[in-house]
């Protein structure tokens, strides 16, 4: 326990044994748990099993490998979730989960195990649950048969020990109430019987233990070892889960000040986090979106956040100049005095007055956002590690975390050939994860047609919903535009007040054209070199 004391830092988490424990309301007390705990935890972890069928099949196949299974289960599930765990059984534990005991303590001195934790498993039912499957079936792998084998006669001897006295102890009393003196006699010959072999069996529990304690440190390396690897692995899965909870669940602006992020009012519940990530995890494509995702938003959130392009409106620090209407009242006091007068003047010259540093925020939420994106065949090429089909998805939803941060309106429009369009709209930036997955699966696999999409952005700006729209066309090169739509669609620019950026991604056809009908163009060859962009596009939506 020193030495585990020593690599813990933090000193809510340090494993400590109470050997007077308070028995605690709705806790477990047959002398299973390690982890201190309550009712709630014990509520927490049901719900848990309930809602994520892995745990449950998890708890019910580790229950047939070892009985001291389910409990570690919930051990290392409150190992994850509890914002300050520590060993402190709520009652002595039995000698077979003495064992869990000393897993969760050599569990608790991994550097993986604190990753683990500050990926987000406190507080969070289903992390926590997936952390949990890794760990334990790591730790359960790396006993060996024959430590098994004593664990599991271990708990077959402590309840017949058990039985046994507690029969003894029924004789006893019946013999105190039997009037036959043969027959009392024979019960308390009964009992005397029982209660001998259950000294038998203590002995023989006492030699498992020993035999257990001898093999205790190879077996906790052996334990450590295989836990490490095996949270290895659940991280990534956590991970994978995590990202794509945030990118369809509306995660992603946690702490900006909005009430829809990770923990916020409408924060998904652990069902519909499982129902995010297991439709995720059947498409590479959604978790290659979801995975970019969180690059893209944070940038997008960070633009939003900072962008300086407005007038100077706040006060950030005193400085010298020589700008009137910036001076510090001291500094205009000179001028009242005429002996000091000339002071003021000769630092006017030199620029040393001292006068307030400003800076400015430009007002966000202008107003709508149009994401017109190319779903013909030729998105699916790769440009750099991703695919422009994956690129403009994660940009649209990077654009739905401003949307929603700021209670912006946004539409995302589909094109391809001339009969492939579809419009998704999401008022206020609002969506449900189902509304959310499915316009980031659409793909159309067609041509390259334009004017379909520039009418329907034009229906919607013309509406008072969408007046000064920002317009992002996304593509990866541009057929033609008859004069007509041009001319059209310039002049509805001009009455609605609406700014349209485009982004050419591999290729330079139509580059002139998109040039024409966008206040500004970038080109994307390589999307590893997508950062400059990015921030263009983000600070100025």
Known sequence: MDAISEQIQEPELVAEIIEEPEIVVGAITDGSQAIAHDGFDVETFEQAADNYARLARTMEETAGAIYTGPALLRDLFWSFHKRAPRIAPVAPLSPAHEINCEIVEQIFSTTEWREMRESGTVGDPLSSAMATIGCAASAITAIDKETIRYLNQLHELSGEVERLFAHAEALDELAALTPDEERSNQLKKEAAQARADAAKNEKRAERLNRKLEESSEERGQRVRRAVRRGL?????????????????????DAGFGTENGAGGRNSPSTKEKLVIAQQVGKSPKLQQIAAVCGRFTRIALQQQKTRVKHPPDEITSITTGYEIERLLPSEVALLADPDLEDLFYLRFAERGLMQYDMIGHEPQGQGPIIIAIDESGSMTTDYGGMTGEVWSKAVALALLSIARLQKRDLAVIHFSG??????????????????????????????????????KALELVNGSQFGKADVICISDGISDVSPEAQAEWAKRRAERGMRAYGVLIGANQGEALLDEISDA??????????????EVIFSTV
């Open 232 to 252: 290895a692995e659940a991280m990534a899965e956590v991970e994978q889960a995590n990202d794509a909870i945030k990118a369809f669940g509306g995660g992603y």
């Open 418 to 455: 001339p009969d492939d369009l579809r419009l998704d709209l999401f008022p206020k930036g609002e969506a449900t994860p189902a509304e959310v997955i499915a316009c980031a699966s659409l793909f159309f696999n067609g041509g390259t047609v334009f004017e379909p999409w520039m009418e």
């Open 521 to 534: 163009v970038f080109h994307l060859d390589d999307l590893r070199g997508d950062l400059p962009t990015l």
